[in-house]
């Protein structure tokens, strides 16, 4: 299948500094990337959608100006948590599906990022 | 948007029994129901997906049912084995695809 890659796999800041985290399709391109967020024992849930080229989509709740989405290139998709404090602690997880895949929405996730923020 | 609640949150059964995990979702658009299997320290992988004009698929041990008029849709794993125990986590989905709201997931333990 297809393989999304995702760095850093830890990450430990300080209260108040911006911790960015990158998502990168490996073998295709993807026009559309997703960012969950994940608390220990917990589901899996949808942030934002990241589209290249585009502003990203962001689901009720999750404040945009706080997660910075950016989804420059068809392989990439960056989300930086701006300001960071300790309730931004979390295991952060991106996807994307294989648009070259049709009729699927099969996703393929990366490793996590799992933030620290002291 | 949508909401996708998934039940039991734990599951254990003896190796060769049947495990079942049930979910119901909210919104009517929604019409692709996948289900992901995550192992510890792994991340999570589809192991069989459902779309909204068929009520049941199969592969192997795995099956999957939908009822859309009550809007839930069920995991069957049969003959299960050690090797089945992870979280188990239904979604929904609609037009867009790969956007996808999850369940809370089932941690299902398979005892040898």
């Known amino acids: 299948g297809a393989v999304v890659s995702q760095h850093p796999s830890r990450v430990i800041c300080k209260s108040g500094t911006s911790v960015k985290i990158e998502c990168r399709s490996l073998?295709?391109?993807?026009?559309?990337m997703f960012w969950y967020r994940q608390f220990p024992k917990q589901s899996l849930m949808l942030m934002a959608t990241?589209?290249?080229?585009?502003?990203?989509?962001?689901e009720q709740g999750v404040e945009k100006d706080k997660f910075l989405i950016n989804h420059a290139s068809l392989t990439l998709s960056t989300l930086t948590v701006t300001s960071a404090h300790p309730e931004d602690s979390s295991f952060y997880i991106c996807?994307?599906?294989?648009?070259?895949?049709?009729?699927?929405?099969?996703?393929?996730f990366g490793e996590g990022s799992r933030l620290t923020v002291l | 948007g949508e909401n996708v609640e998934q039940h039991p949150s734990t599951l254990s059964v003896q190796e060769g029994d049947s495990a079942v995990i049930k979910c119901t979702y909210s919104?009517?658009?929604?019409?692709?129901f996948p289900w992901y299997k995550q192992e510890l320290g792994k991340r999570p992988q589809l192991i069989i997906d459902?779309?909204?004009?068929?009520g049941e698929k199969k592969d192997q041990r795995i099956a999957v049912t939908l009822n859309k008029t009550a809007k839930h849709f069920s995991l069957h794993i049969t003959e299960t084995q050690p090797e089945d125990s992870a979280v188990y986590f239904c979604?929904?989905?609609?037009?867009?695809?790969?956007?996808?709201?999850f369940g809370r997931g089932t941690q299902l333990t398979v005892w040898p």
């Open positions: 919104d009517s658009a929604s019409n692709y």
């Open positions: 990241s589209n290249e080229g585009s502003k990203a989509t962001y």
């Open positions: 979604a929904a989905g609609g037009s867009t695809l790969g956007r996808l709201y």
């Open positions: 996807s994307a599906r294989d648009p070259g895949v049709p009729d699927t929405g099969e996703l393929f």
């Open positions: 459902i779309r909204s004009n068929v």
């Open positions: 073998d295709f391109q993807a026009t559309t």
